[in-house]
């Protein structure tokens, strides 16, 4: 399989990458050995006794589930989030950041 090749596949998108992995064997192998999947997003959710700081993780790719205890988001309510950062709101409405114990964004 020739480099030049894998460099052509790899700049495909994923569609582009999976069409050309039909053409033939040589393509295919040229296809996949560069085909990289997007990772899933974790889901964040609080458990029923949320009120306590009981959360749950989820690796929607390996299927795991984290239980988490953060007290600190005890009384707020989830409104957004976007590339590790998490946008909180109180019971009052009002926008907020969680405390920065809960750790850094090391995206």
Known sequence: MSDLLQEIVSRLSLKANIRAS???????????SV?????????????????????????????????????????YAFSYSKDGWLLVVTNRLKGSVPPPSLGTNKG
């Open 22 to 32: 039909t053409v033939c064997k040589t393509w295919c192998e040229a296809a996949v």
């Open 35 to 75: 085909r990289k999947l997007q990772p899933l997003p974790w889901l964040f959710c609080p458990l029923k006794e949320s009120e306590e700081g009981n959360y749950i993780l989820f690796d929607p790719s390996r299927s795991q589930t984290y239980k988490l205890y953060f007290p600190e988001l005890k009384g």
